[in-house]
């Protein structure tokens, strides 16, 4: 019960904290709520780490213009669902420990809260193919280990 409640917890302070507002300019932010909102999604925030981690993959000025550019024009909209299925699953377990709320209901959000991911996803295997037109098979190889070894 304490495991559940501290993730409840989690997920609100994540998503009372991560309001983007497309007047930030920095990326360090983006990346820091990035990670936070990144606990929902199965597939993995890879530019935050590509951005932590760009000397060590040897990125030329031309990748880093590729990899900003898509970030610019897709970041915000995908923090903004990955709120939204933050604050949907909030939702969902909260309105599943009431007893009035019917099975019908629930069945009905948890497919609303499929859509989003699935959106959610769609993002991220958009910068996954940016990610894999821009770097190099070395440079992919290196990406992997990182990924390796953050687990």
């Given at each position: 019960m304490c495991k559940w409640f501290c993730g409840v917890l989690l997920l609100v302070v994540i998503t009372t904290n991560v309001a983007f507002s497309a007047t930030q300019s920095g990326t360090d932010?983006?990346?820091?709520?990035?990670?936070l909102l990144d606990r929902?999604?199965?597939?993995?925030?890879?530019l935050p780490i590509i951005m932590q981690n760009r000397d060590f993959l040897e990125l030329t000025n031309d990748q880093m213009k590729r990899l900003t550019e898509w970030r610019k024009k897709n970041a915000p909209a995908m923090l903004e669902k990955m709120e939204e299925v933050a604050k949907g699953r909030i939702d969902f377990v909260e309105r599943s420990l009431n007893p009035k709320t019917s099975?019908?209901?629930?069945?009905?959000?948890?497919?609303?809260?499929?859509?989003?991911?699935?959106?959610?996803?769609?993002?991220?295997?958009?910068c996954r193919q940016n990610i894999l037109q821009t770097f190099t098979p070395k440079q992919w190889d290196a990406l992997q280990l990182i990924?390796?070894?953050?687990?």
């Open positions: 932010e983006l990346d820091k709520k990035l990670e929902i999604s199965y597939h993995p925030s890879l099975e019908a209901e629930l069945v009905r959000e948890q497919h609303h809260l499929f859509k989003l991911q699935e959106e959610v996803l769609s993002y991220k295997l958009s990924m390796a070894d953050q687990q």
